[in-house]
């Protein structure tokens, strides 16, 4: 099976240092929210989720807030 990313669905923000990490939910196409899983910036790229990223943020403003 090949997933395929359907949408972000949230945004968390990690500090390390003087290092900003972030990590973004994806909710996989064809899978339940409860499969969704945490993917680093290196993923959101190679998968051109920054791409969805930016639409989606485009379209609803941002509406994914870093979680505590």
Do not use: C, F, H
Request: negative net charge; charged residues 30%.
């Amino acid at each position: 099976m090949i997933l395929v990313p359907e949408e972000i669905l949230e945004v968390r923000e990690w500090k390390l240092r003087s290092t900003t990490i972030n990590e973004y939910l994806v909710k996989w196409k064809d899978l339940l929210v409860e499969n969704a899983t945490w993917e680093g910036e290196d993923v959101l790229q190679k998968l051109g989720l920054k791409l969805l990223y930016e639409k989606q943020s485009r379209a609803k403003g941002i509406v994914m807030s870093p979680s505590t």
